[in-house]
């Protein structure tokens, strides 16, 4: 049994993997190497971006995750915005070649707000895979208990010294997959501002072009939608226990790092798209489904990060935000699904004279 104040279920713990490149199995080509080193080590302008994919990258972090999902009524101009108990987490990691491990701990003595917000019990699993011209990102999330974020806006006679509404029951379960490939991968590094392996020397910039992927269901043991709303037609007063969302289409947009003076740098990176999706509500009572059949979605990301920059030591924060909205199966309603991460980093590399090669396909 966990001690007192302890989440269970790993949500005290949270295990960040970041893969630099696809795990895949190398193929040999005569002549070439293999697909593998090939994938890693494309050739980038080293005026631009130096590469320490060879040293050990360490790190010290703080992270905060940011979850929510929504139900927006555009006909009573209301949203009902629940989102889990979010902590603040601690860790360390490291990268080395192609492979990358964070571990953040989530310590009860800073995080004891379970009676203001509830406790939830969640698994939160994000692999980054990159390769010098492609970035993916794959997710994995299972979150349990939430609160509703605007309480006070929605419920009827709600005292706010009572705190928020709290529904430990509702579920949310998601994955999905972002893939984006880098035009101007030799002078235009990611990489710099994510997992901090590379320095990127001067300013520099790369439209982005790829596809994504996602699947949000969100459950729960009674309605949804609270019964004593202020807005009787809410969803037109349908009580749903469950939601469904699915999404898919393609992504472009554009990344910029403004370096100055070589150390000190601004990240901005912005992609969104148009998606194919498909909603389902499950009422309460009858147990029916109402379904949307094809619908159109927007998907959007942004990617934020700043800090200091040189051959061993990296310093800087980030801010990763994507947020999908998606037509529900009633006419001026929406689900949106938004997940994020504010993160601060302080890095070491150490260089070394024995790299593992299985982690260096190619040198």
């Avoid at 040999?28 to 040293?55: A, C, E, P, R, W």
């Avoid at 905060?64 to 989102?83: A, E, F, P, T």
């Avoid at 029951?169 to 990611?190: A, E």
């Amino acid at each position: 049994m966990p001690a007192p104040g302890y989440k269970t279920m790993i949500m005290r713990y949270w295990t960040n993997i970041f893969l630099v490149i696809f795990c895949c199995q190398a193929v040999m080509v005569k002549g070439q190497g293999t697909f593998l080193s090939k994938l890693v080590n494309d050739s980038h302008d080293t005026n631009y971006i130096t590469s320490y994919s060879t040293d050990y990258t360490t790190r010290l972090f703080c992270a905060i995750k940011n979850n929510q999902m929504g139900y927006k009524d555009n006909m009573v101009g209301k949203s009902l915005l629940y989102r889990p108990n979010n902590s603040v987490l601690f860790g360390v990691g490291v990268n080395h070649g192609i492979l990358g491990l964070n571990y953040g701990v989530n310590f009860p003595f800073i995080n004891e707000d379970d009676d203001k917000y509830g406790k939830t019990k969640f698994y939160d699993f994000t692999m980054r895979l990159f390769s010098r011209k492609f970035n993916v990102t794959l997710y994995l999330q299972d979150y349990k208990g939430f609160y509703l974020r605007n309480t006070k806006d929605m419920i009827s006679g709600w005292d706010e010294n009572s705190g928020y509404y709290i529904r430990g029951d509702i579920k949310s379960y998601t994955v999905g997959i972002d893939l984006s490939y880098i035009f101007n991968y030799r002078r235009f590094s990611c990489r710099a501002a994510v997992i901090q392996n590379e320095w990127q020397r001067k300013s520099a910039g790369s439209f982005l072009l790829g596809g994504t992927l996602f699947y949000n269901t969100a459950t729960g043991d009674s309605s949804i939608v609270p019964t004593n709303l202020y807005y009787g037609l809410f969803f037109n007063d349908l009580k749903f226990n469950r939601s469904t969302n699915f999404s898919v289409g393609p992504t472009f947009g554009y990344a910029y790092t403004y370096v100055y003076k070589e150390h000190f740098f601004l990240l901005g990176s912005v992609n969104g798209s148009v998606n194919l999706a498909y909603t389902q509500l499950h009422l309460v009572q009858h147990d029916d489904k109402i379904k949307s059949g094809t619908v159109v979605g927007l998907r959007s990301e942004i990617l934020i990060s700043a800090g200091y920059n040189s051959d061993r030591w990296y310093l800087g924060l980030s801010f990763v935000d994507m947020n999908i909205v998606t037509q529900a199966p009633i006419d001026e309603r929406s689900i949106n699904f938004e997940t994020g991460l504010f993160r601060f980093n302080i890095v070491r590399r150490f260089a070394t004279k024995k790299p593992i090669r299985i982690l260096n396909p190619g040198i």
